[in-house]
């Protein structure tokens, strides 16, 4: 479950290793993965901070691709992962990303975001 305040790891190779959630545009107490949210990022990678997509100390939407909370699809199968992870986005909800480093889950395939996958290692069913 992510709230105001959280951090978020990032797994793709724009350049960003850690962010901070600073606000959520639903009015959902918390989110999970398949939503986005607006984010600072907080910690740069150290060998890619002169080539990076991304600046920090800079707002940027957020989608979250990995929660740590239970999250039951329509199959009724649960999925919960270790940590939280999420994906720097641009102004038109285009990643920065060229790879992302994880599987997703199968939530992915019916979003607007079907090319993660692609660019991801795969699904999680």
Request: charged fraction near 25%; glycine fraction near 4%.
């Given at each position: 479950?992510?709230y105001?305040?959280?951090t978020?790891?990032?797994?793709?190779?724009?350049?960003?290793?850690?962010?901070?959630?600073?606000?959520?545009?639903?009015?959902?107490?918390?989110q999970?993965?398949?939503?986005?949210?607006?984010?600072?990022?907080t910690?740069?990678?150290?060998?890619?901070?002169?080539y990076s997509?991304?600046k920090?100390?800079?707002?940027?939407?957020?989608?979250?691709?990995?929660?740590?909370?239970?999250?039951?699809?329509?199959?009724?199968?649960?999925?919960?992962?270790?940590?939280?992870?999420?994906?720097?986005?641009?102004?038109?909800?285009?990643?920065?990303?060229?790879?992302?480093?994880?599987?997703?889950?199968q939530?992915?395939?019916?979003?607007?975001?079907?090319?993660?996958?692609?660019?991801?290692?795969?699904?999680?069913?």
């Amino acid at each position: 479950m992510i709230y105001k305040e959280s951090t978020l790891k990032v797994m793709d190779n724009s350049g960003a290793r850690i962010i901070k959630c600073i606000d959520t545009l639903s009015k959902k107490k918390y989110q999970t993965y398949g939503t986005i949210i607006k984010g600072v990022i907080t910690h740069l990678r150290w060998k890619r901070r002169k080539y990076s997509k991304v600046k920090r100390k800079s707002k940027y939407q957020i989608l979250i691709l990995h929660s740590h909370s239970n999250k039951k699809s329509k199959t009724l199968y649960q999925t919960k992962f270790t940590q939280n992870y999420g994906l720097p986005l641009s102004i038109q909800n285009k990643p920065y990303a060229t790879r992302i480093k994880a599987k997703l889950p199968q939530q992915f395939r019916f979003s607007k975001f079907f090319k993660l996958i692609t660019i991801s290692g795969g699904l999680i069913f």
